[in-house]
């Protein structure tokens, strides 16, 4: 116990002399910042004992005190070596996870006090609030989140954006892919010696350096549409392995899809179906099996590539092009007698691992990637809400078992897990605005049915996360938190309709808006609008925008309209990627981007048909079609400062103190975790730890 205790002190001095070192240094001991970064990751090098060498060369630019205390420092660390418990750092995304949820969920008991939000509050550092960045959607959280830095310097100022320079044509910019202006935490901690595995998260995909980690899953990227076939059976009886015989079935001319497996637009890969023909029962009786076999060439012989029994899903994994695809499986319909079934394929989506055999070995143990809920399916009824559900179940489950998984990979500091769930079924769930043409629906009592939904999948994720903790050895930390909360809607505006209709000829490109759920950047066509007609342009625009009425109360829809000298405020303002215009809704609103002639500006938003069976066809076709930020009943995408659209931060660990935080941005985190990590934060962290 002594030699503990003794130890613990030397660790309590060294901590204390880097700390005293990191302040000299950062407190402008000299040097520029790169070589002061130098230092530091030098500095935490020689934490871990590694490199002694360079000592000298480093002392040059800094005060004779920081010198002193780096020999101190390496003193100190020899005594320790050995004694320093390896700090370690799990940081799981709840994607659209309101923290005012969680505190009414645990408040009446439908999260129980016995589950992980209540045990985190009890025993670890929790935010009352969570400001996330302007504009709070999945993909610019994330970044800044990774990085504590704002989009104005991530570059990430949408989910989705345009570059000043691209052609007017050519496809919008993703959050998801470009590259990222400044350091994450991933490539801090990579760079200061540590080891990084993400885990199916959001935004990390090796496509650059600072997208990288030592060990990625990455989150799967759709690849091609899903299918709902209706099979008949043929004449065709064709032989497989052990004399087996299968009836080869084709799709109805009147399917809604074909068997074709398509990846990215261009490869179409046809799919053999078969049916296992009568086989008999227990009573010797000739009965029909419903089991379908799926294969990717025309040969039987060979094998095929997945199984489908009634009632259950089953995964099929399909390389092309040296790349994988995973996709999976449900039978839908049997008419026994007729042969006849109606099959659901999810959306094919690529998945990609690193190094080499890491997404398989993973695989092997918790199965495919069961593939994103269909959602525009379900709208139009070809997917049934108990099929969409089963979709979220698996979902949930793979990415609780990816991180269950992955901890067990020795090699690691700090784990990133992601669980989409929450943000998935309050998209397509939230029922809680008057407003809201659904809320009358089913005699007054589909906002309490739906309510349920949502509250059921926030206890299965509380689970979860309490199955993921008692699963974690004792020394690792966890650091929960979420990228933005949801806002109900009851209108979609499609702004590109508005400016059409107000003649700034959208239609003639001229101009277009790009739309993060409710806010959205406007960017003007230079080629369209010339130097000088610029300014008065701008004006008239902006006047037009902020004079925009709801139709209904005669108020402002827009809380915000922001030309990019004040988008410079809201840490929105990057030269490359910044609207000429930004807007953000109030509460209620979402955007759609879409220029859809035949459809009114102002849509109130549903995903059940019979709530708009009364609309002309075009704006039925884009109800139907809508993504969940477009007609979602909830979307994100809003300013920091909206209530419903803040984020939450929950820690508990060996680490990390008992505490309450009032009210944090989550630009912290970044910082949070590097000091849980024992590193220094991200170079470009804005926001400072919380303990
Ligand atoms: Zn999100």
């Not at 004779?64 to 940081?91: D, E, H, R, W, Y």
């Not at 179409?268 to 009786?285: E, F, G, H, K, W």
């Not at 922001?562 to 209620?588: M, P, R, T, W």
Request: net charge positive.
């Amino acid at each position: 116990m002594k030699h503990w205790c003794l130890n613990n002190h030397w660790i309590f001095y060294r901590t204390l002399v880097l700390k005293i070192l990191h302040i000299a240094v950062s407190s402008g001991g000299g040097g520029n910042f790169k070589t002061k970064n130098k230092l530091l990751t030098t500095m935490m090098t020689f934490n871990n004992l590694k490199i002694f060498y360079s000592v000298q060369q480093q002392f040059k630019p800094f005060s004779f005190i920081a010198a002193i205390c780096l020999v101190l420092s390496i003193i100190l660390t020899i005594q320790t070596n050995g004694q320093t418990p390896q700090k370690k750092v799990v940081m799981i995304s709840l994607d659209g996870t309101p923290d005012f949820l969680i505190d009414k969920f645990l408040k009446s008991g439908v999260l129980p006090s016995n589950g992980a939000f209540a045990k985190m509050k009890k025993n670890g550092a929790y935010a009352e609030r969570v400001l996330p960045v302007n504009v709070a959607s999945t993909g610019p959280s994330h970044i800044s989140i990774f990085t504590g830095a704002p989009p104005a310097k991530t570059g990430m100022v949408g989910n989705t954006f345009r570059k000043s320079d691209q052609s007017w044509n050519s496809p919008v910019l993703s959050a998801f892919r470009q590259p990222i202006a400044v350091e994450t935490i991933f490539q801090a901690a990579m760079r200061q010696g540590k080891k990084v595995m993400a885990l199916g998260g959001v935004g990390l995909d090796n496509s650059s350096e600072n997208r990288k980690t030592d060990y990625l899953h990455m989150y799967p990227v759709n690849s091609g549409p899903s299918l709902v076939m209706d099979l008949i059976p043929t004449d065709t009886i064709v032989k497989g392995k052990n004399d087996q015989n299968f009836r080869k079935l084709k799709a109805e001319s009147k399917s809604p899809s074909q068997p074709i497996f398509e990846i990215a637009g261009s490869t179409r890969m046809p799919l053999y179906i078969y049916s296992t023909d009568s086989v008999l029962n227990d009573a010797n009786i000739l009965h029909p099996l419903a089991q379908i076999i799926i294969d990717t060439d025309s040969d039987l012989s060979n094998g095929y590539a997945a199984t489908v029994d009634s009632e259950s899903w089953t995964g099929m994994a399909v390389e092309k092009n040296g790349k994988q695809y995973n996709t999976s499986f449900r039978i839908l319909k049997v008419d026994a007698t007729a042969g006849r079934y109606r099959l659901f394929m999810a959306a094919p989506a690529e998945v990609y691992g690193y190094p080499s055999g890491f997404l398989q070995k993973l695989q092997s143990g918790i199965g495919l990637w069961p593939g994103e809920p269909e959602n525009r399916k379900q709208t139009t009824g070809l997917v049934s809400e108990e099929i969409w559900f089963e979709q979220i179940d698996r979902l949930a489950k793979y990415s609780r078992d990816l991180v269950l998984a992955g901890m067990k990979e020795g090699n690691w500091d700090l784990l990133f897990g992601y669980f989409s769930t929450l943000d998935d079924v309050q998209h397509r769930y939230t029922l809680t605005n008057p407003r809201q043409i659904d809320y009358k629906a089913d005699n007054g009592s589909r906002p309490a049915i739906y309510g349920a939904y949502i509250e059921k999948w926030f206890q299965v994720i509380d689970r979860y996360l309490l199955e993921i903790m008692n699963a974690a050895p004792k020394e690792i930390n966890f650091v929960i938190f979420s990228d933005h909360g949801m806002i109900p809607i009851h209108t979609s505006l499609l702004l590109n309709n508005y400016f059409e209709q107000e003649g700034f000829n959208v239609s003639n490109a001229a101009l277009t808006s790009v739309s993060s759920g409710n806010s959205a950047h406007i960017y003007i066509n230079r080629e369209k609008v010339g130097d000088a007609d610029y300014d008065s342009y701008l004006t008239r625009l902006s006047q037009r925008l902020k004079s925009l009425r709801d139709s209904v109360t005669g108020k402002a829809i827009f809380e915000l309209v922001a030309n990019q000298q004040e988008q410079i405020k809201y840490g929105l303002y990057h030269k490359d990627y910044s609207g000429d215009l930004f807007v953000s809704c109030k509460v209620g609103y979402t955007i759609s981007d879409r220029y859809l002639p035949g459809v009114h500006y102002l849509v109130q938003n549903s995903f059940d048909p019979a709530m708009f069976e009364n609309q002309n066809q075009a704006t039925k076709n884009f109800l139907l079609n809508g993504t969940m930020n477009e007609t979602g009943r909830a979307v994100h995408g809003c300013l920091a400062t909206v209530r419903e659209g803040q984020s939450i931060f929950y820690s508990v660990g060996p680490e990390v103190p008992k505490r309450k935080l009032k009210r944090i941005s989550s630009l912290q985190i970044a910082a949070t975790v590097s000091t849980l990590l024992g590193i220094l934060p991200p170079a470009d962290s804005e926001g400072k730890s919380v303990f």
